[in-house]
């Protein structure tokens, strides 16, 4: 009953450095999403994947690289960290007209 | 395009006031509604939904109904409590497959006792 699963949830890193976060999700949903939520603000789509093997870009995407090699599980990836990519990232998925689940976050701090 | 826009926060009141989050949308088809509620240091969760026209959604206490002729979907609670501040938000899917669920920006909830 695990739902979606997000790790890790806390990391820090340093400017320059690179790490990627993992979303798995074991409700065969078809789609996933990555947001980043700053203090006080709302959601803002990073990137989304439709099925296995696509990928599309959201309204943020710049800095961010994701993958969809299997249906259960959604990359996230950091190239080069920087202080603005400081957030709380959460993973979603959903099936097209159903509800989203959502991960428990993880929260990034670039130094 | 598809879009959400909901009132802005914070929304501040006293306990067992009532309380109107609203929400209006743009949506090309028949979408979904829902209403999604992030509580402090935690992931949003599903709080109701409505998937057709005058459908009412519920769930601990808090109510919206989906009007189609004014494409709203408002947030209702006869009386609130201190455990309802969090973020509400409010988002429509659409059943085509490269449509993606589409968020507002969310609305602080504050109660005071």
């Known amino acids: 009953n695990a739902g979606v699963t997000q790790t890790p949830k806390f990391r820090v890193l340093k400017t320059g450095q690179s790490m990627t976060l993992l979303c798995a999700q074991d409700?065969?949903?078809?789609?996933m999403y990555w947001y980043r939520q700053d203090p006080g603000m709302g959601l803002r789509l990073i990137h989304y994947s439709v099925g296995e093997g696509t990928t599309a870009k959201g309204e943020v995407p710049d800095g961010y690289n994701v993958s969809r090699l299997k249906k259960q599980n959604f990359l996230l990836g950091l190239e080069s960290a920087a202080p603005s990519q400081t957030s709380v990232y959460f993973c979603a998925s959903t099936d097209s007209w159903t509800e989203a689940f959502f991960g428990q976050g993880t929260r990034l701090t670039v130094v | 395009g598809n879009s959400v826009t909901q009132m802005e926060g914070p929304v501040t009141l006293s306990e067992e006031a009532f309380l109107t989050i609203n929400c209006t949308y743009t949506?090309?088809?028949?979408?979904?509604l829902f209403w999604y509620v992030q509580y402090p240091g935690e992931g949003l969760q599903l709080l109701l939904k409505a998937t057709k026209a005058d459908d009412k959604g519920s769930n601990k206490g808090f109510e919206a109904t989906y009007r189609k002729e004014t494409t709203s979907f408002h947030l209702e609670k006869g009386s609130v409590q201190v455990s309802d501040s969090a973020v509400y938000f409010c988002a429509l899917s659409l059943m085509n497959r490269d449509d993606k669920i589409i968020f507002g920006k969310g609305t602080r909830l504050h109660i005071l006792p």
């Open positions: 409700m065969n949903h078809e789609y």
């Open positions: 949506a090309t088809g028949y979408p979904s």
